[in-house]
C-alpha cells in the first residue's frame, strides 16, 4: 500500500487536535476538587453522558478494528459488533442503576460500600489497571496505524503522539473534558460512518477495483522436484517451500523476488504474490526485495463475479441495504491468504489469490472455525470470546465510572438507553463498511486495521481526511477515559486505601491521580510500539475477557447474592485476574513475543474467558461460603 500524504487531512487533524486541547484548557479551571476531577460534579446530563458512552465504547476496536476484521474475514468479523452491542444489554438490566447508587468514583466504591473491607479496594485497584492498560494497547496501535497515512510518519511516533496529547487532557482537566471529547467525536463518528455507507450504497458492487489497484498478469510454468521450467526470461529458481496450502518456488530476476504456487508436486505453477515482506539488515521494510517507495507491490481484494438474477454484470449501480447483501451473497470476492515461512534465512510473509463465494463470505466460519475443518479448541475460543464480549462491557472499569458523571440512578439508566441505540446503529454501519472495503480493492494487507480509512480515501480525499481525524479523535477520547480509570484507581482506591490512617487532601488526591496519569501514558506507549500490526479489535477481545474473569463475578454476586462475604470478592477478582492474565500470556496469540511458535504454545486457547469467568464465579461462592461463619461470629 501506497500512502500519499493530503495537506486536507493534516489540516483536519490539526483541528482535532487543537478542539480537544481547548477543551481540556477550559475544563481544567473547573476540576480542582475530586469530585470535579474523577467524576465531573456529577453534573452531566444524560442526554451528553449517553453519547458520551457510546463515544467512549466506539474505540479504535469498533472502528478501525471491526471494519478491518469484516474486511479480512466476512461475517466473522461482525460476530465482534454483535458480541460488544448485547455486553451493554447486560450493563443495562444488571448493573447501571446498583452502580450508580453503591458508588461515587470508582467501580471499587460499589464492590466496598457493603463491606467497607480494605482488601476489596486494593484488589479492585489493581484489577483497573490491568484491564485498563491491556484496552490501551490496541488503542495506541490505532494511533500509530493512522498516521502513516495521515502524516506520513512512522507507527511509533504516532503511538508516541497519541500518548502524550491524552496524558495533557487527562491531567490537566479529569472527567469533565473527558466527557466532552466523548461527546464529541462520538456524535461525528456516527455521522460520517453514515456518510460513508451512504457512499457505498450509492456506488453498489462492481467488477472494478478502486483506481489505486494494480492488477499483475498471471502467468503460469510447471514445476518437476526443484526445478520450475516455463519462467518468463531472466528468471530462475533459487528456493523451494513446501506449506500446508502447497508448494511455493522462489524465483529471482535482477534482484527482484518472486513466488510461485504449486497445485501439486508435479502440477502447473501459477505466479501466487501480489505481496512478499521481508525486513532487511537494516530494519527496513522490503515488498516484493524492494524498497516501500518503488511500490512494487499491489493493493488488493476485488469482486471476481457479480451475479444479478441468474446473469453476470460488471457493475449494479445503486443498491439498498438488503440488495446489497443479496448480490454479494450470490456473488464472488477475489481475496488473499497468507502463507507464512523462513526461506533462504529470512522471515518471508506470502499472499496469493483466493477466490471465496460471496455466500461463504456472509456465513460463519472464514477466521472463526465453528463447521468446516473446526477442532474441539476452535469451538472453545468462539464460545470464550463471545463469553468475554458478552459480560465484559459490564465490568470494563472506564465504561462503569462514567456512571458516577450523572446526577441521579435514573439518569444512568436512560444514558445506558440511548447508548445502546448509538451504539447499536453504528455497528450495523461497520458490516456495510468492512464488506465495501473488502470488494473496492484498497485493502493494506500489512494492516487490517486501515480497511476503512483507505476505503474512504476512495471516495475522494476530503472524506479520507475527516474520518482519518475522527478516527483518531476516537483514538484520542477513549485512551482519555481509560486513563481516567487508571488514575482513579490509583489516587481513590490505591494510595487513598492503602493510606488510610493517613487520609490524603482532596488537592494530594488529585494530584496522585495526575502522576498516575501520565504513568499509565507511559506504559501504554511503549506497549503500544512493541504490538504493532496486530488487529485492535482482537486485543480488545483480550481486555473484555480479564474484566470479564475479574470483575463481572464480584460485581454480580455482591449485588444479587446475599451470603456473598469480602473475601469471597477478593479471591475471586484476584483468582480471575491471575488466570486470564496467565492463559493469555501463555496463548498462542503471545507465544511469538517470547520467541516460542504459536503451535508450541502451553495452552491452546487464545481467549481465557471459557476457563476464568466460571472459575472466578466458582472461586468466590466456595470462599464465601468458607468464611461465612467467621463474619457471622465476629458479628
Known amino acids: 500500500m501506497i500512502y500519499s500524504i493530503s495537506p486536507l487531512a493534516i489540516g483536519l487533524f490539526m483541528a482535532i487536535v487543537v478542539a480537544v486541547l481547548a477543551i481540556s484548557v477550559y475544563f481544567a479551571r473547573k476540576s480542582s476538587s475530586s469530585t470535579n476531577y474523577f467524576a465531573a460534579g456529577g453534573t452531566i446530563p444524560w442526554q451528553v453522558n449517553g453519547i458520551a458512552f457510546a463515544g467512549d465504547y466506539l474505540s479504535a476496536a469498533s472502528f478501525l478494528g471491526i471494519c478491518g476484521m469484516i474486511a479480512f474475514s466476512g461475517y466473522d468479523g461482525f460476530l465482534y459488533s454483535i458480541g460488544y452491542l448485547a455486553g451493554w444489554i447486560v450493563a443495562l438490566f444488571v448493573i447501571a442503576e446498583p452502580i450508580k447508587r453503591l458508588g461515587k468514583y470508582t467501580f471499587a466504591d460499589a464492590l466496598d460500600a457493603i463491606f467497607k473491607f480494605p482488601g476489596i479496594r486494593l484488589m479492585a485497584g489493581i484489577s483497573t489497571l490491568v484491564v485498563s492498560i491491556f484496552y490501551l494497547i490496541p488503542q495506541m496501535v490505532g494511533a500509530g496505524s493512522l498516521v502513516v497515512p495521515l502524516l506520513g510518519l512512522p507507527h511509533w511516533i504516532g503511538v508516541i503522539g497519541v500518548g502524550s496529547i491524552v496524558i495533557f487532557i487527562v491531567a490537566t482537566a479529569g472527567m469533565k473534558s473527558t466527557t466532552y471529547v466523548q461527546f464529541i467525536k462520538g456524535s461525528l463518528l456516527i455521522v460520517f460512518s453514515l456518510i460513508l455507507t451512504f457512499a457505498i450504497l450509492n456506488k453498489g458492487l462492481s467488477t472494478k477495483p478502486s483506481a489505486e ?16 521450467s516455463g519462467l518468463p526470461a531472466g528468471y530462475s529458481a533459487t528456493d523451494t517451500h513446501a506449506t500446508a496450502t502447497g508448494l511455493f518456488v522462489r524465483t529471482e530476476k535482477a534482484g527482484t523476488i518472486r513466488w510461485w504456487k504449486a497445485s501439486s508436486d508435479n502440477g502447473p505453477v501459477t505466479l501466487a504474490e501480489t505481496l512478499t515482506i ?18 512494487a507491490f499491489y493493493q488488493v481484494g476485488h469482486l471476481d463475479r457479480i451475479v444479478v438474477d441468474g446473469q453476470d454484470v460488471d457493475s449494479t449501480g445503486r443498491l439498498n441495504p438488503i440488495s446489497y447483501l443479496s448480490i454479494l451473497n450470490q456473488s464472488r470476492v477475489m481475496l488473499f491468504s497468507e502463507v507464512k515461512f523462513s526461506a533462504g534465512g529470512e522471515q518471508v510473509r506470502l499472499w496469493y489469490q483466493n477466490p471465496v463465494e460471496g455466500s461463504r463470505i456472509l456465513r460463519p466460519g472464514m477466521k472463526f472455525k465453528v463447521d468446516e475443518g473446526s477442532s474441539l479448541v476452535s469451538k472453545l475460543n468462539f464460545v470464550s470470546l463471545m ?13 462503569l465510572i462514567r456512571y458516577y458523571t450523572v446526577p441521579s440512578a435514573k439518569d444512568a439508566r436512560k444514558s445506558t438507553i440511548l447508548a445502546i441505540i448509538a451504539i447499536g446503529f453504528f455497528y450495523i454501519l461497520t458490516l456495510f463498511i468492512g464488506l465495501g472495503a473488502m470488494t473496492s480493492g484498497v485493502i493494506d494487507l500489512t494492516d487490517s486495521n486501515m480497511a476503512a480509512p483507505l476505503l474512504a480515501r476512495n471516495f475522494g480525499i476530503l472524506l479520507f481526511a475527516i474520518i482519518s481525524a475522527i478516527a483518531f ?47 499509565t501514558g507511559i506504559v501504554a506507549i511503549l506497549l503500544g510500539i512493541i504490538f504493532k500490526g496486530v488487529n485492535v479489535s482482537f486485543l480488545v477481545g483480550l481486555a473484555f475477557a480479564i474484566a470479564a474473569s475479574a470483575n463481572f463475578p464480584a460485581i454480580v454476586m455482591i449485588l444479587f447474592w446475599k451470603k456473598t462475604t469480602a ?10 485476574m491471575l488466570l486470564s492474565v496467565g492463559i493469555i500470556m501463555l496463548s498462542p496469540t503471545m507465544a511469538p513475543y517470547f520467541g516460542v511458535a504459536a503451535g508450541d504454545a502451553l495452552i491452546p486457547l487464545d481467549n481465557p474467558g471459557i476457563v476464568s469467568i466460571p472459575v472466578s464465579f466458582l472461586t468466590l461462592i466456595i470462599v464465601s461460603l468458607l468464611t461465612k461463619k467467621k463474619v457471622v461470629a465476629n458479628t
Open 473 to 519: 479523535a476516537t483514538v484520542l477520547g477513549t485512551v482519555s477515559g481509560l486513563i481516567m480509570a487508571s488514575a482513579g484507581a490509583v489516587a481513590h482506591d490505591l494510595v487513598d486505601g492503602i493510606f488510610k490512617k493517613h487520609k490524603l487532601t482532596d488537592r494530594q488526591r488529585v494530584i496522585i491521580a495526575k502522576v498516575a496519569a501520565i504513568a
Open 278 to 295: 521481508t525486513t532487511s539488515a537494516d530494519g527496513s521494510i522490503l515488498y516484493n526485495g524492494a524498497p516501500r517507495e518503488e511500490q
Open 387 to 399: 463469553l468475554a464480549l458478552f459480560l465484559g462491557t459490564a465490568a470494563l472499569p472506564h465504561v
Open 213 to 228: 489497484y494494480h492488477q499483475f498478469e498471471s502467468l503460469e510454468a510447471t514445476i518437476s522436484g526443484d526445478l520450475i
Open 567 to 576: 473475601h469471597g470478592v477478593v479471591a475471586s477478582i484476584l483468582v480471575g
